[in-house]
């Protein structure tokens, strides 16, 4: 299985400045299917990117999805109060499907 | 609107089965993949398995082959996983996530189901 691990694990920021996550893949992951979900204390994940820089449906454009082969990065250009979350990303072009460690951003 | 609601918490001992459910309203049942991934406290994201409601074929992460079974009943748009021989380290909140046919993405997830195991 296609192991990923994120970095930083933990990102501590300031509102209204820039975030950048790395994900990275042990292997090629086939036709760059790597998403990337948000998940807020309490809550279950939700989709923000697919397909490496797709936006899912409703997702703010402040966040960007970039990357390909076996190195991807989420940015969220401004970071909101309510973008201080834990960030996984997860491949999906070989099965078994995986996810990275997760990336916690929080306020600084 | 897409929904999915599960069951309530769970409470075993080691060794027990559990069986937790995920009823959907507003798509159509048959046309989206119902996975299953679970998150230990304080821990990350880890998939259990999927299955297609559409023809029942089912997919499951090796660790958890012969241990889990999952399962969709059409006539009541419900899906359900099955997990036995429960151990302490299956403590987790247990998640059902839809995804499109034939790619493995989680495009709509479940509120969750704490599974807690202890004696």
């Known amino acids: 299985e296609i192991v990923l691990t994120q970095s930083p694990g933990t990102l501590s920021l300031s509102p209204g400045e820039r975030a950048t996550l790395s994900c990275r893949a042990r292997?090629?992951?086939?036709?760059?299917?790597l998403a990337w979900y948000q998940q807020k204390p309490g809550q279950a994940p939700r989709l923000l990117i697919f397909?490496?820089?797709g936006r899912a449906t409703g997702i703010p454009d402040r966040f960007s999805g970039s990357g390909s082969g076996t190195d991807f990065t989420l940015t969220i250009s401004r970071l909101e109060p309510e973008d201080f979350a834990v960030y996984h990303c997860?491949?999906?072009?070989?099965?078994?499907?995986?996810f990275g460690g997760g990336t916690k951003v929080e306020i600084k | 609107e897409v929904q999915l609601a599960q069951s309530g918490a769970e409470v075993r001992n080691p060794g027990a089965t559990v069986r937790i459910s995920c009823k959907v309203f507003?798509?159509?049942?048959?046309?989206?993949?119902m996975h299953w991934v679970r998150q230990a406290p304080g821990k990350g994201l880890e998939w259990v398995g999927l299955?297609?409601?559409?023809?029942?074929?089912?997919r499951y992460a090796a660790k958890f082959q012969g241990r889990v079974t999952t399962s969709a009943d059409t006539s009541t748009d419900t899906a359900y996983m099955e997990m036995r021989s429960l151990r302490s380290e299956d403590t987790a909140i247990y998640y059902c996530?839809?995804?499109?046919?034939?790619?493995?993405?989680?495009?709509?997830w479940g509120p969750g189901t704490l599974v807690t195991v202890s004696s």
């Open positions: 996530a839809i995804g499109p046919p034939g790619v493995e993405l989680l495009t709509y």
């Open positions: 292997q090629s992951v086939r036709d760059d299917y």
């Open positions: 507003g798509y159509t049942f048959t046309n989206y993949y």
């Open positions: 397909g490496a820089s």
């Open positions: 997860q491949q999906y072009g070989t099965s078994p499907l995986t």
């Open positions: 299955v297609d409601p559409g023809d029942g074929e089912t």
